[in-house]
């Protein structure tokens, strides 16, 4: 049973550029969540994509786009890239259900530095 | 939305020692309560959670308890081991509302052997 994977494991990006980082859930699950982690900071929530849909958005700006596959995969796109976008990037996946504590579980995550 | 705070930032203990950390969050409708390990470089790992319906939780050396009134957990950690040495962040979610889980500052335990 496979957890969480996330690629690339880290990338190193300029100014302005745009990047892609991508995310496969735990098998069975359904939701996936985005997770910024600056340097001796915890995560910070960017948004959850359920059923293919933006469902959930944290408190970052439009230049933060993603987007959810029909096998429940998710890309995270990040446009006109600035230096302080430099951090670990989490993905985290979990299945909704009604009336539960959804647990979840989280990838090794995507260390993205921006020069 | 909700806001977690997390005490101490840093903590040392003698190997055997217990280590305590706590977590007080701000919106009285968040109803679950987990409690991530974070290695060096890697991710975080859940190990243990708690629900509102419930005020203590065991799993061998780990404990969690939950003051609803108060509205603060706290991690309890006994008999440490110089593997127990990372991060710790607490989080608190209201499940139904699409599980954004709002964390802490998060907790760097050493373990002095």
């Known amino acids: 049973d496979a957890g969480v994977t996330q690629s690339p494991t880290h990338l190193i990006k300029t100014r302005g550029q745009q990047v892609t980082l991508r995310c496969s859930p735990k098998?069975?699950?359904?939701?996936v969540s985005w997770y910024q982690q600056a340097l001796g900071q915890g995560p910070q929530f960017i948004f959850q994509?359920?059923?293919?849909?933006?469902?959930q958005r944290g408190n970052f700006p439009d230049r933060f786009s993603g987007h959810q596959f029909p096998n429940y995969s998710s890309e995270l796109n990040v446009n006109a890239l600035l230096l302080g976008d430099s951090a670990l990037y989490l993905c985290?996946?979990?299945?909704?259900?009604?009336?539960?504590?959804?647990?979840?579980?989280f990838g090794p995550g995507t260390r993205l530095t921006v020069l | 939305g909700e806001n977690v705070e997390q005490h101490p930032s840093t903590l040392s203990v003698q190997e055997g020692d217990s280590a305590v950390i706590k977590c007080t969050y701000s919106?009285?409708?968040?109803?679950?309560f987990p409690w991530y390990k974070q290695e060096l470089g890697k991710r975080p790992q859940l190990i243990i959670d708690?629900?509102?319906?419930?005020g203590e939780k065991k799993d061998q050396r780990i404990a969690v308890t939950l003051n609803k009134t108060a509205k603060h957990f706290s991690l309890h950690i006994t008999e440490t081991q110089p593997e127990d040495s990372a991060v710790y962040f607490c989080?608190?979610?209201?499940?139904?509302?699409?599980?954004?889980?709002?964390f802490g500052t998060g907790t760097s335990l050493t373990v002095i052997p």
């Open positions: 985290a996946s979990s299945l909704v259900r009604e009336s539960s504590y959804n647990e979840q579980f």
């Open positions: 098998s069975g699950h359904d939701t």
């Open positions: 919106d009285s409708a968040s109803n679950y």
């Open positions: 989080a608190a979610t209201l499940s139904n509302t699409g599980n954004q889980f709002y």
């Open positions: 708690i629900r509102s319906n419930v």
């Open positions: 994509y359920y059923e293919e849909e933006e469902r």
